[in-house]
Protein backbone atom coordinates (compact mmCIF):
# COMPACT_ATOMS: atom_id res chain seq x y z
CA UNK A 1 0.00 0.00 0.00
CA UNK A 2 1.35 3.72 -0.88
CA UNK A 3 2.90 5.52 1.93
CA UNK A 4 4.24 9.06 2.16
CA UNK A 5 6.20 10.74 4.14
CA UNK A 6 4.42 14.44 4.50
CA UNK A 7 4.59 17.52 6.61
CA UNK A 8 1.90 19.16 7.72
CA UNK A 9 1.85 22.66 9.24
CA UNK A 10 0.22 23.47 12.46
CA UNK A 11 2.16 25.84 14.93
CA UNK A 12 5.19 24.23 14.15
CA UNK A 13 6.20 21.51 11.18
CA UNK A 14 4.52 17.94 12.46
CA UNK A 15 6.03 15.10 10.66
CA UNK A 16 3.78 12.18 9.27
CA UNK A 17 2.88 9.44 7.70
CA UNK A 18 -0.04 9.18 4.61
CA UNK A 19 -1.07 6.15 4.04
CA UNK A 20 -3.78 5.32 0.75
CA UNK A 21 -5.78 2.44 -0.11
CA UNK A 22 -4.06 1.50 -4.14
CA UNK A 23 -7.04 2.93 -5.73
CA UNK A 24 -6.55 6.34 -4.32
CA UNK A 25 -6.49 8.93 -6.51
CA UNK A 26 -7.59 12.71 -7.02
CA UNK A 27 -10.32 10.77 -9.91
CA UNK A 28 -11.30 8.44 -6.99
CA UNK A 29 -11.02 9.98 -3.38
CA UNK A 30 -11.40 8.17 -0.39
CA UNK A 31 -12.57 8.56 3.09
CA UNK A 32 -9.70 9.31 5.25
CA UNK A 33 -9.07 9.13 9.22
CA UNK A 34 -6.62 10.83 11.54
CA UNK A 35 -5.08 8.52 14.05
CA UNK A 36 -4.37 10.07 17.39
CA UNK A 37 -2.10 7.63 19.81
CA UNK A 38 -2.32 7.42 23.56
CA UNK A 39 -0.30 8.92 25.98
CA UNK A 40 3.77 7.59 25.95
CA UNK A 41 2.79 6.57 22.00
CA UNK A 42 4.86 9.68 21.18
CA UNK A 43 5.40 8.96 17.56
CA UNK A 44 4.00 7.93 14.53
CA UNK A 45 3.52 4.66 14.94
CA UNK A 46 2.00 4.15 18.22
CA UNK A 47 5.19 2.58 19.56
CA UNK A 48 6.48 2.55 23.02
CA UNK A 49 10.07 2.16 24.36
CA UNK A 50 9.19 -0.20 27.05
CA UNK A 51 11.32 -1.12 30.46
CA UNK A 52 12.52 -4.56 30.45
CA UNK A 53 12.46 -4.71 26.67
CA UNK A 54 15.57 -6.42 25.27
CA UNK A 55 17.54 -3.89 22.87
CA UNK A 56 14.01 -1.33 24.00
CA UNK A 57 12.26 -3.14 21.17
CA UNK A 58 8.98 -0.60 20.19
CA UNK A 59 5.82 -1.82 20.55
CA UNK A 60 3.26 -2.55 20.03
CA UNK A 61 2.42 -0.56 16.50
CA UNK A 62 -0.91 0.56 17.36
CA UNK A 63 -1.30 3.52 15.15
CA UNK A 64 0.51 1.55 12.06
CA UNK A 65 -1.62 -1.32 12.42
CA UNK A 66 -4.77 0.15 12.41
CA UNK A 67 -3.84 2.52 9.32
CA UNK A 68 -2.46 -0.78 7.08
CA UNK A 69 -5.68 -2.13 7.42
CA UNK A 70 -7.91 0.74 7.13
CA UNK A 71 -5.88 0.79 3.65
CA UNK A 72 -7.31 -2.79 3.36
CA UNK A 73 -10.90 -1.33 3.49
CA UNK A 74 -10.27 1.48 1.07
CA UNK A 75 -9.59 3.86 3.78
CA UNK A 76 -6.71 6.36 3.82
CA UNK A 77 -5.82 7.41 7.20
CA UNK A 78 -2.63 10.19 8.59
CA UNK A 79 -0.54 9.41 11.81
CA UNK A 80 2.14 11.90 12.87
CA UNK A 81 4.71 12.27 15.60
CA UNK A 82 3.84 14.06 18.74
CA UNK A 83 5.45 17.73 18.75
CA UNK A 84 8.60 17.10 19.77
CA UNK A 85 9.30 13.81 18.88
CA UNK A 86 10.74 11.94 15.88
CA UNK A 87 10.78 14.07 12.99
CA UNK A 88 8.31 16.86 14.13
CA UNK A 89 9.43 20.29 15.22
CA UNK A 90 8.96 21.72 19.01
CA UNK A 91 9.74 20.88 22.25
CA UNK A 92 8.70 17.76 23.88
CA UNK A 93 8.82 19.34 27.45
CA UNK A 94 6.41 21.94 26.58
CA UNK A 95 4.25 19.45 24.80
CA UNK A 96 0.90 19.31 25.97
CA UNK A 97 -3.12 18.45 25.57
CA UNK A 98 -3.35 22.07 23.74
CA UNK A 99 -0.30 21.69 21.72
CA UNK A 100 -1.73 17.92 20.79
CA UNK A 101 -5.05 19.12 19.66
CA UNK A 102 -3.83 22.15 17.87
CA UNK A 103 -1.66 19.63 15.47
CA UNK A 104 -4.86 17.32 15.26
CA UNK A 105 -7.32 20.03 14.03
CA UNK A 106 -4.04 21.04 11.57
CA UNK A 107 -3.60 17.05 10.63
CA UNK A 108 -6.77 17.16 9.70
CA UNK A 109 -7.38 20.13 7.75
CA UNK A 110 -4.38 18.98 5.73
CA UNK A 111 -6.48 15.51 5.20
CA UNK A 112 -9.56 17.41 3.89
CA UNK A 113 -7.17 19.28 1.49
CA UNK A 114 -5.51 16.32 -0.09
CA UNK A 115 -6.39 15.57 -3.84
CA UNK A 116 -7.02 11.51 -2.83
CA UNK A 117 -9.35 12.18 0.24
CA UNK A 118 -12.84 13.22 -0.37
CA UNK A 119 -12.95 16.10 2.28
CA UNK A 120 -16.63 15.69 3.61
CA UNK A 121 -15.19 11.74 5.05
CA UNK A 122 -12.57 12.23 7.58
CA UNK A 123 -12.85 11.19 11.00
CA UNK A 124 -11.17 10.71 13.40
CA UNK A 125 -10.05 7.68 16.15
CA UNK A 126 -8.09 8.00 19.17
CA UNK A 127 -5.99 5.36 21.10
CA UNK A 128 -6.54 5.93 25.59
CA UNK A 129 -5.67 9.79 26.21
CA UNK A 130 -5.46 10.30 22.24
CA UNK A 131 -9.73 9.82 22.78
CA UNK A 132 -9.60 12.73 25.07
CA UNK A 133 -7.79 14.85 22.36
CA UNK A 134 -10.48 13.17 19.45
CA UNK A 135 -13.25 14.48 21.60
CA UNK A 136 -11.93 17.43 21.26
CA UNK A 137 -10.75 17.93 17.64
CA UNK A 138 -15.01 16.98 17.45
CA UNK A 139 -16.29 20.00 19.58
CA UNK A 140 -13.56 22.45 17.74
CA UNK A 141 -14.39 21.05 14.16
CA UNK A 142 -18.31 19.87 14.21
CA UNK A 143 -17.27 18.68 10.41
CA UNK A 144 -15.77 16.05 11.68
CA UNK A 145 -17.57 12.76 10.16
CA UNK A 146 -17.16 10.13 12.35
CA UNK A 147 -14.80 9.27 15.64
CA UNK A 148 -13.29 6.09 16.99
CA UNK A 149 -12.66 5.86 21.15
CA UNK A 150 -9.93 3.19 21.72
CA UNK A 151 -9.59 2.13 24.87
CA UNK A 152 -11.36 5.54 26.22
CA UNK A 153 -11.01 6.57 29.86
CA UNK A 154 -14.21 8.08 31.13
CA UNK A 155 -13.79 7.94 35.44
CA UNK A 156 -11.52 10.17 37.09
CA UNK A 157 -7.67 9.86 36.12
CA UNK A 158 -6.77 9.62 39.71
CA UNK A 159 -8.96 6.41 40.21
CA UNK A 160 -6.97 5.11 36.83
CA UNK A 161 -4.11 5.33 37.89
CA UNK A 162 -4.48 4.29 41.21
CA UNK A 163 -5.48 0.84 39.73
CA UNK A 164 -3.20 0.57 37.15
CA UNK A 165 -0.08 2.30 37.54
CA UNK A 166 -0.67 1.18 41.62
CA UNK A 167 -1.00 -2.45 40.22
CA UNK A 168 2.57 -3.77 40.88
CA UNK A 169 2.37 -2.49 44.44
CA UNK A 170 -0.90 -3.98 45.06
CA UNK A 171 0.04 -7.52 43.92
CA UNK A 172 3.75 -7.33 44.78
CA UNK A 173 3.13 -9.97 47.29
CA UNK A 174 1.30 -12.61 45.02
CA UNK A 175 4.22 -12.77 42.84
CA UNK A 176 6.30 -15.52 43.31
CA UNK A 177 10.49 -14.97 44.80
CA UNK A 178 11.17 -15.59 40.92
CA UNK A 179 8.79 -13.00 39.51
CA UNK A 180 9.69 -11.06 42.16
CA UNK A 181 13.59 -10.74 41.77
CA UNK A 182 12.85 -10.41 37.86
CA UNK A 183 11.12 -7.23 38.19
CA UNK A 184 13.28 -5.53 40.61
CA UNK A 185 16.27 -6.28 38.28
CA UNK A 186 14.31 -5.88 34.83
CA UNK A 187 11.88 -2.73 35.61
CA UNK A 188 12.91 -0.99 38.12
CA UNK A 189 11.46 2.24 37.07
CA UNK A 190 8.38 0.93 36.61
CA UNK A 191 8.19 -1.12 40.54
CA UNK A 192 9.02 2.86 41.43
CA UNK A 193 6.19 4.39 40.15
CA UNK A 194 3.62 1.95 41.56
CA UNK A 195 5.13 2.71 44.96
CA UNK A 196 5.37 6.56 44.60
CA UNK A 197 2.04 7.02 42.45
CA UNK A 198 0.41 8.80 45.64
CA UNK A 199 3.65 11.38 45.86
CA UNK A 200 3.11 12.06 42.23
CA UNK A 201 -0.49 12.71 42.34
CA UNK A 202 -0.06 15.16 46.10
CA UNK A 203 2.66 16.91 43.87
CA UNK A 204 0.32 17.30 40.75
CA UNK A 205 -2.18 18.81 43.24
CA UNK A 206 0.04 21.22 44.78
CA UNK A 207 1.16 22.55 41.29
CA UNK A 208 4.78 21.10 41.29
CA UNK A 209 6.32 20.93 38.11
CA UNK A 210 8.59 17.88 38.93
CA UNK A 211 8.25 15.41 41.15
CA UNK A 212 11.53 13.19 42.10
CA UNK A 213 11.07 9.59 42.97
CA UNK A 214 13.97 7.48 44.77
CA UNK A 215 14.50 3.79 45.39
CA UNK A 216 15.28 0.48 43.41
CA UNK A 217 18.82 1.67 42.91
CA UNK A 218 17.24 4.30 40.31
CA UNK A 219 15.90 7.90 40.45
CA UNK A 220 12.86 9.10 38.60
CA UNK A 221 12.22 12.87 37.78
CA UNK A 222 8.68 12.75 36.98
CA UNK A 223 7.41 16.09 35.11
CA UNK A 224 3.77 16.88 36.02
CA UNK A 225 2.39 19.43 33.35
CA UNK A 226 0.03 16.94 31.47
CA UNK A 227 -1.10 15.07 35.17
CA UNK A 228 -2.13 18.54 36.27
CA UNK A 229 -4.26 19.10 32.63
CA UNK A 230 -5.64 15.07 33.38
CA UNK A 231 -6.46 16.09 37.27
CA UNK A 232 -8.69 19.19 35.97
CA UNK A 233 -10.44 17.52 32.87
CA UNK A 234 -13.87 15.85 33.42
CA UNK A 235 -13.39 13.04 30.78
CA UNK A 236 -17.06 12.23 30.47
CA UNK A 237 -18.15 15.41 30.33
CA UNK A 238 -15.33 15.86 27.29
CA UNK A 239 -17.27 12.94 25.37
CA UNK A 240 -20.26 15.12 25.03
CA UNK A 241 -19.05 17.34 22.20
CA UNK A 242 -18.46 14.08 20.44
CA UNK A 243 -21.89 14.07 17.95
CA UNK A 244 -20.78 12.57 14.88
CA UNK A 245 -21.35 8.69 14.24
CA UNK A 246 -18.96 7.44 17.20
CA UNK A 247 -17.72 3.70 17.88
CA UNK A 248 -16.54 3.03 21.69
CA UNK A 249 -14.45 0.30 21.23
CA UNK A 250 -12.59 -1.65 24.68
CA UNK A 251 -10.72 -4.78 25.30
CA UNK A 252 -13.06 -6.78 28.05
CA UNK A 253 -9.66 -7.56 29.67
CA UNK A 254 -8.13 -4.05 29.52
CA UNK A 255 -6.01 -3.50 32.99
CA UNK A 256 -5.23 -0.11 31.84
CA UNK A 257 -8.73 1.80 31.25
CA UNK A 258 -11.66 -0.76 33.19
CA UNK A 259 -14.11 -1.70 30.73
CA UNK A 260 -16.74 0.18 32.81
CA UNK A 261 -15.32 3.31 31.05
CA UNK A 262 -16.67 1.71 28.16
CA UNK A 263 -20.10 1.60 29.63
CA UNK A 264 -20.03 4.93 30.86
CA UNK A 265 -18.68 6.42 27.74
CA UNK A 266 -21.71 4.78 25.64
CA UNK A 267 -24.23 6.23 28.51
CA UNK A 268 -22.46 9.78 28.69
CA UNK A 269 -22.79 9.97 24.11
CA UNK A 270 -26.18 8.78 24.47
CA UNK A 271 -27.62 10.71 27.13
CA UNK A 272 -25.76 14.06 25.25
CA UNK A 273 -28.09 13.10 22.61
CA UNK A 274 -25.73 11.35 20.16
CA UNK A 275 -27.94 8.21 18.68
CA UNK A 276 -25.54 7.58 16.60
CA UNK A 277 -23.21 5.41 19.17
CA UNK A 278 -21.68 1.71 18.51
CA UNK A 279 -20.58 0.28 21.31
CA UNK A 280 -18.20 -3.03 20.89
CA UNK A 281 -16.23 -4.77 24.04
CA UNK A 282 -13.83 -7.88 22.42
CA UNK A 283 -13.67 -10.23 25.57
CA UNK A 284 -9.84 -11.44 25.81
CA UNK A 285 -8.39 -8.09 24.83
CA UNK A 286 -6.21 -5.90 26.40
CA UNK A 287 -5.56 -2.35 26.69
CA UNK A 288 -3.64 -2.41 22.99
CA UNK A 289 -6.50 -4.65 21.79
CA UNK A 290 -3.31 -7.80 22.20
CA UNK A 291 -5.06 -11.07 23.10
CA UNK A 292 -4.38 -12.25 27.02
CA UNK A 293 -4.31 -15.30 29.04
CA UNK A 294 -7.58 -16.30 30.12
CA UNK A 295 -6.01 -17.20 34.18
CA UNK A 296 -6.88 -13.86 36.55
CA UNK A 297 -3.10 -14.34 37.99
CA UNK A 298 -1.33 -14.71 34.67
CA UNK A 299 -3.16 -11.90 33.42
CA UNK A 300 -2.07 -9.84 35.90
CA UNK A 301 1.42 -10.49 35.32
CA UNK A 302 1.54 -10.28 31.29
CA UNK A 303 0.48 -6.72 32.10
CA UNK A 304 2.88 -5.75 35.11
CA UNK A 305 5.77 -7.39 32.94
CA UNK A 306 4.45 -6.04 29.57
CA UNK A 307 4.41 -9.50 27.70
CA UNK A 308 1.08 -8.98 26.58
CA UNK A 309 1.80 -5.49 24.82
CA UNK A 310 4.64 -7.05 22.64
CA UNK A 311 2.23 -9.13 20.85
CA UNK A 312 0.23 -8.00 17.66
CA UNK A 313 -2.95 -6.46 18.08
CA UNK A 314 -5.66 -8.91 17.62
CA UNK A 315 -7.25 -8.74 13.86
CA UNK A 316 -10.80 -8.91 15.36
CA UNK A 317 -9.85 -5.27 16.65
CA UNK A 318 -8.48 -4.35 13.30
CA UNK A 319 -11.72 -5.67 11.48
CA UNK A 320 -13.76 -3.94 14.28
CA UNK A 321 -12.10 0.14 13.88
CA UNK A 322 -12.41 -1.04 9.35
CA UNK A 323 -15.85 -2.07 9.66
CA UNK A 324 -17.20 0.60 11.57
CA UNK A 325 -15.54 3.06 9.63
CA UNK A 326 -16.54 1.68 6.06
CA UNK A 327 -20.03 1.65 7.40
CA UNK A 328 -20.09 4.93 8.55
CA UNK A 329 -17.60 6.95 6.09
CA UNK A 330 -19.57 5.73 2.89
CA UNK A 331 -22.37 7.34 3.91
Known amino acids: MPEQEVTVASEVAVAASLCLPEDASPGTPVPAVALL ?28 RIAHHLAGAGIASLRWDRR ?25 RWLRDRPEVRPDRVAVAGHSAGALVASRVCRDDPAVAGAALLGALSSP ?12 RRHWDRFSMEQRAWLSAAMPRSQLRSEGMERVLEAARRGDEVVRLEGQGVILEVRTARLRQDLATDYAAELRAVQCPALVLHGGDDLN ?3 EDALRSY ?53 AIAGWASAVLAR
Open 37 to 64: AGSGADTRDGDLLLEGAEGELPAPGTMR
Open 84 to 108: GFGRSGGDAASASYTTDLADALACV
Open 157 to 168: IEDMLRWNVGRL
Open 257 to 259: VPV
Open 267 to 319: RVLREAGNDQVTLLVLPGLEHYFAPVSPDPARRVWERVSLQAIRRPMAREALD
